[in-house]
């Protein structure tokens, strides 16, 4: 600690990993220290992935002393843990001045640097990501090393694991870093965590060894925040001609006590005080995620048989410790699995459960297959709660909810409705749990809770005629009904009186509600998502027909990256000026 005191290192200096070859031990965890205390400050004041970074601070330094990127290609799982690869590969402007916080990404981006292979959001992808890479180092007869780094909750989903399988089959070098917390988002599940925990008990030299059983040579580091073993270990790793898994011991926010003690509510942040852990600016009081919590709570205490699962993202549907202990038994979650978890929805609703999946738009893409093949094909009634949809979801281009409308609304037998406000949203859940007609998927609102102040009506494929009007309709859903309304009230100060309809039943359209339109001189649609394959699309078809002007508005078929909503809204004419204006022309 005294050499950290009377030493310094001036961060504005590192360029590249070049840098850092030259660097003694004692530098090089003077540089640790440094780094992460630079990330603290950042994390604190800016907020994002507080400790999947802090954890790895010196594995990192580590990777880049021994490896030689970009020739050495590592690819960094999810990504949102490469943060001190950012700063050590010529980004470290963005960590060290505020006034450049945003000028990267919170995940691994090619279009920022030739050391970011591939942008990379969702978990479970880098050993595959690296397979192909390897194979083609071998194809064109190249000699760089491959390293994959990924964390023990991303190695339990199906892709990881199938890579896992498939790697040592190369015949070449391939190694895998496992970054192994103990944590997933939440804390892990699976017979894969009891396996690692044996391994760590002891000290990697458990005869049952899934990995050496795989093919892998295996190299175990007790204290993987520890520069000299994890130096060690990756020189050894280092131009093998085979596949070699490092499985370094790790502690998740590390050097930050109230992530260290609180590693689930630190996995990601907005800003917050370092010393406290309390954020700086307090979420709204009331949120769609605490009301599925709540009703779901409430579902299952009164029935056994329902049933609430996640695929390692609880908190992120509103299912906190202390309310996952009182689901007890009917709250499932199968880790960062997707796939698994909807068709494990399919073998609920066969074998009589009431089961409800609660998934993050941008995570339920990664189970289409299983969505149209196990649920749809099969008409089970298994349900499941859509959040961060819309243009108000996430916005970075790795986590987009914009298209979950236009890949699920499409889907066969699956019916797709979207609440506009709490009292629909809470009705919606409730139906959808008790019939045993269709798949549901019901859609939650993106941004603040709205209220409607009365009982919605109960028949929810069918739309709903909000105010009736002649001439002009105004056609929307979910959080976008709001600018519907909006607009109307605009029109009707011009003297225009507007039928406005929540079009809540996504799949198809409510052909006797847009019969009621005919004679009408204008028809405006509002996708709250794509335009391409979305609401207005169908309506418009339907309508074509009868001769009625229809006008689609909607997002356009694009990967945005970190947009603003509001701006977004207004480059595609959907705020309620430009909607009111669009009915007048």
Not at 98 to 119: A, H, I, K, N
Not at 153 to 161: D, K, N
Not at 254 to 278: I, Q, Y
Request: with cysteine; charged share 20%; hydrophobic share 40%.
């Amino acid at each position: 600690m005294i050499l950290y005191i009377t030493m310094k290192i001036d961060l504005s200096t590192i360029k590249s990993p070049a840098d850092i070859k030259g660097f003694d031990i004692e530098k090089l965890e003077l540089l640790s220290e440094e780094l992460r205390a630079a990330l603290i400050k950042k994390l604190a004041a800016h907020g994002g992935h507080v400790g999947p970074n802090l954890g790895v601070v010196e594995a990192t330094v580590a990777l880049h002393y021994v490896f030689d990127a970009p020739k050495d290609e590592i690819v960094f799982d999810v990504s949102h843990q490469s943060y001190v690869h950012k700063m050590l590969t010529g980004r470290i402007g963005a960590f060290i001045d505020p006034t450049r916080y945003d000028e990267v990404t919170g995940y691994s981006s090619p279009q920022e640097s030739e050391y970011d292979l591939f942008e990379i959001g969702h978990t479970s992808t880098s050993i595959a990501l690296a397979t192909g890479l390897a194979k083609a180092r071998d194809l064109k007869g190249g000699r760089q090393n491959v390293v994959a780094f990924i964390g023990d909750a991303s190695l339990g989903g199906g892709m990881a694991l199938e890579a896992l399988d498939y790697a040592p089959e190369l015949g070449s070098n391939f190694i895998v870093v496992l970054n192994d917390n103990q944590m997933s988002i939440a804390e892990n599940h699976g017979e894969l965590y009891n396996h690692l925990a044996t391994l760590r008990k002891s000290n990697g030299q458990a005869e049952n060894n899934i990995f050496k059983a795989l093919g892998y040579e295996y190299i175990y580091v007790a204290e993987g925040n520890d520069l000299r073993s994890l130096i060690k270990a990756f020189r050894n790793a280092k131009d093998k001609d085979h596949a070699v898994l490092v499985h370094i011991n790790t502690m998740k926010g590390m050097g930050l006590p109230v992530a260290e003690a609180h590693k689930e509510e630190f996995h990601f942040n907005g800003p917050f005080d370092p010393k406290t852990g309390s954020p700086l600016n307090p979420v709204a009081a009331e949120s769609y995620t605490e009301m599925f919590a709540m009703k779901m709570l409430q579902l299952m205490h009164a029935d056994k048989n329902v049933v609430t699962l996640t695929a390692g993202t609880p908190a992120a549907i509103g299912f906190s410790e202390e309310l996952r202990k009182q689901a007890g038994s009917q709250f499932v979650d199968v880790g960062i699995a997707e796939q698994d978890a909807v068709t494990m929805t399919a073998g609920l609703a066969k074998g009589g459960a009431r089961p409800v999946m609660g998934v993050v738009s941008t995570f339920l893409q990664r189970a289409y297959d299983q969505l149209s093949h196990d649920v749809a094909i099969n008409n089970l009634p298994a349900v499941f709660v859509d959040f961060y949809t819309g243009v108000y979801g996430m916005n970075d281009v790795t986590h987009l909810g914009l298209f979950d409308v236009a890949m699920v609304s499409n889907i066969p037998n699956i019916k797709m409705i979207a609440a506009a406000n709490a009292e629909e949203y809470l009705a919606m859940i409730e139906w959808a749990v008790a019939q045993t007609e269709y798949p549901v998927v019901v859609r939650t609102p993106g941004g603040s809770v709205v209220h409607a102040g009365k009982t919605p009506s109960s028949d929810f494929l069918r739309y709903d005629v909000i105010e009736k009007g002649e001439e002009v309709a105004i056609i929307g859903y979910g959080a976008l009904l709001q600018n519907a309304l909006k607009a109307a009230e605009l029109l009707k100060a011009k003297g225009i009186v507007p039928t406005v309809i929540n079009a809540r039943n996504l799949s198809e359209v409510d052909a006797e509600c847009l019969d009621s339109l005919k004679g009408y001189r204008h028809v405006i649609t509002i996708d709250d998502g794509i335009l391409n394959g979305g609401v207005g699309q169908k309506i418009a078809a339907y309508l074509a027909h009868e001769g009625v002007k229809t006008t689609c508005l909607g997002l356009k078929n694009q990967f945005m990256d970190r947009y603003n909503a509001a701006e977004v809204l207004k480059e595609n004419g959907m705020t309620p000026e430009q909607i009111a204006q669009t009915a007048l022309e």
